[in-house]
């Protein structure tokens, strides 16, 4: 049987010390196979970018088990950490690109944590991805130059340049209109397709659900349910 992409069993997550100490994630268990397009949802302060942290190596997960293909990262080191990072695609609502570099430079970082290609190997492939999102005649702009849509079209780009088998998403269409949300996340679901990675995705943008093979929903530090997307239902 197929293994999951990312296993998640009796999770636990704390932060504070001491009297402060708060428990912040309760019991979670959540399995997310290859290729999946998973969508979490939930209210404020319900644990969304905890477990988001957790998966993408940010920070070591306190007790239970999250293996994330195949690494356990639970009580990590932090040297596994850094491995496990390396490993995926980030994807943020602000979409944290460098005002000083071009979109081409922007992209080539995504390229730089790998280490393993050539200054003229990185900018070709860069330029390439860039051209299919249909970024291919704004190269040498720099973020300031573009819109927001285009903006985080670099910022996609930019996670997915390295063929990541996993790619974290928070909430990357919050601070896009509606057309440009949409562009964007039809491009991660093509991308995703393509390149057959597997999405975890926090939104709070009830436009975009449809992308989802899957919608699960947290409320206070638990999983609430882990239900098949609206098109499968
Ligand atoms: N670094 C931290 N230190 C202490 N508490 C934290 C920290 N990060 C998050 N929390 C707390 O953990 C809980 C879950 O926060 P989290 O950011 O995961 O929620 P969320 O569902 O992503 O919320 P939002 O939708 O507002 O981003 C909240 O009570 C929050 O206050």
Redesign the pocket.
Known sequence: MQQPVIHIQHLNHY??EGELR?Q?LFDINLEIFAGEIVIMT?S???????ILTLVGGLRSAHSGSLKVLGQELCQATSQQLVQARRRNGYIFQAHNLHCSLTALQNVCMGLEVHGNLSRTKMQHRAAQILAEVGLGDCLHYYPDNLSGGQKQRVAITRALVSYPQIVLADEPTAALDSKSGRNVVNLMQQIAQEQSCTILM?T?DNRILDIADRIVH?EDGTLSSNTLSLDAA
């Open positions: 932060f504070g708060k912040v939930g404020s302060g319900s644990g969304k970018t905890t926090v709070h947290m």
